[in-house]
């Protein structure tokens, strides 16, 4: 039998993998590197590119797990656990989520939006450019508040989104490149296009009409209330800002003449490098770390 106190099943092969190893290597509950982190996909591979991986793929191998009886192995003095982790995404609004002491959710909507809460842009933006951090800094501020930017922008959107999930409409709306966000009016009621999504998603839904409107606002209103108090950050995900940096700071680099960020995937990288999981989400991985090895 494995020495490992704890397998962790994660989505990802990459910023996952390495943000849960983060997070184990804190955790005073385990010593030793006494853990493995397995990408969800070690044990998918049988199955189509769809279904071996990402959230649904962990949620079905956690159930899987938890029928068969697999959550916790005990071979005499000797114990191991299963333990799942996946994206929260949308659902603290939504509701539906799992609940297990061997299933955890990150508190924000996803991997990549917690290292961003936990890593500093200053020093990322600096590796990225190869310029002096306060040159960094004054990039950052002249780009605004980001969080808010996006979570102004995308508010109607997520609240569609959320109001259709929830009445289980036929039709789901898509959002729109993180790119776009600055060119999105305040009030996206007032857009056409919009407009006619809207019509669209609440004909799809099993309800009435002015269910529907209800649902919508009462989203409407939650997230803009958040976006207000600069909380944006709790339903953004991490890809969408990602993103909105990506086309950002490459024009305040280009204003400056300075060389531009050439990919997405080097700005993950360098943030990854400039993290140090902490806080609410370090705390309640290591509460179900407590749970389950107790």
Same mark, same amino acid.
């Given at each position: 039998?494995?020495?490992?106190?704890?397998? !962790?099943?994660?989505?990802?092969? &990459?910023? &996952?993998?390495?943000?849960?190893?983060?997070?184990?290597?804190?955790?005073? +509950?385990?010593?030793?590197?006494?853990?493995?982190?397995?990408? !969800?996909?070690?044990?998918?591979?049988?199955?189509?590119?769809?279904?071996?991986?990402?959230?649904?793929?962990?949620?079905?191998?956690?159930?899987?797990?938890?029928?068969?009886?697999?959550?916790? !192995?005990?071979?005499? %003095?000797? %114990?191991?656990?299963?333990?799942?982790?996946?994206?929260?995404? $949308?659902?603290?609004?939504?509701?539906?989520?799992?609940?297990?002491?061997?299933?955890?959710?990150?508190?924000? /909507? &996803?991997?990549?939006?917690?290292?961003?809460?936990?890593?500093?842009?200053?020093?990322?933006?600096?590796?990225?450019?190869?310029?002096?951090? %306060?040159?960094?800094?004054? #990039? $950052?501020?002249?780009?605004?508040?980001?969080?808010?930017?996006?979570?102004?922008?995308?508010?109607?959107? #997520?609240?569609?989104?959320?109001?259709?999930?929830?009445?289980?409409?036929?039709?789901?709306?898509?959002?729109?490149?993180?790119?776009?966000?600055?060119?999105? /009016? %305040?009030?996206?009621?007032?857009?056409?296009?919009?407009?006619?999504?809207?019509?669209?998603?609440?004909?799809?839904?099993?309800?009435? /009409?002015?269910?529907?409107?209800?649902?919508?606002?009462?989203?409407?209103?939650?997230?803009?209330? +958040?976006?207000?108090?600069?909380?944006?950050?709790?339903?953004?995900?991490?890809?969408? #800002?990602?993103?909105?940096?990506?086309?950002?700071?490459?024009?305040?680099?280009?204003?400056?003449?300075? /060389?531009?960020?050439?990919?997405?995937?080097?700005?993950?990288? !360098?943030?990854?490098?400039?993290?140090?999981?902490?806080?609410?989400?370090?705390?309640?991985?290591?509460?179900?770390?407590?749970? #389950?090895?107790?």
């Amino acid at each position: 039998m494995s020495t490992a106190q704890i397998f !962790v099943v994660v989505e990802g092969t &990459d910023t &996952d993998r390495w943000f849960y190893d983060q997070l184990c290597a804190q955790s005073p +509950l385990l010593k030793r590197n006494r853990w493995l982190i397995w990408p !969800v996909e070690q044990f998918t591979r049988h199955l189509s590119n769809a279904a071996r991986k990402g959230k649904n793929a962990v949620l079905e191998l956690f159930t899987q797990a938890r029928n068969g009886g697999y959550l916790r !192995v005990v071979n005499g %003095s000797k %114990s191991c656990s299963l333990l799942f982790c996946a994206d929260a995404d $949308l659902d603290r609004f939504i509701g539906g989520m799992k609940r297990s002491n061997h299933l955890h959710y990150t508190k924000l /909507p &996803d991997v990549e939006a917690e290292v961003i809460k936990y890593c500093s842009l200053t020093r990322a933006l600096a590796s990225l450019a190869s310029i002096p951090a %306060s040159e960094a800094d004054d #990039i $950052l501020k002249q780009s605004g508040d980001f969080h808010k930017t996006l979570g102004v922008a995308y508010t109607d959107l #997520i609240s569609l989104y959320c109001a259709a999930k929830k009445l289980g409409a036929q039709r789901v709306p898509t959002l729109p490149k993180p790119e776009d966000a600055r060119e999105f /009016p %305040s009030d996206r009621l007032a857009g056409t296009e919009f407009a006619y999504e809207y019509k669209l998603v609440q004909a799809s839904a099993d309800c009435r /009409p002015d269910e529907f409107d209800t649902q919508f606002k009462e989203f409407q209103s939650k997230f803009q209330a +958040l976006a207000s108090a600069r909380k944006s950050h709790s339903f953004l995900k991490g890809k969408w #800002i990602r993103d909105y940096l990506f086309f950002e700071l490459n024009e305040q680099l280009k204003s400056r003449s300075l /060389p531009t960020i050439r990919a997405k995937d080097a700005i993950t990288a !360098v943030l990854r490098a400039c993290c140090a999981p902490q806080g609410v989400s370090a705390r309640m991985f290591t509460e179900r770390l407590a749970t #389950i090895l107790a």
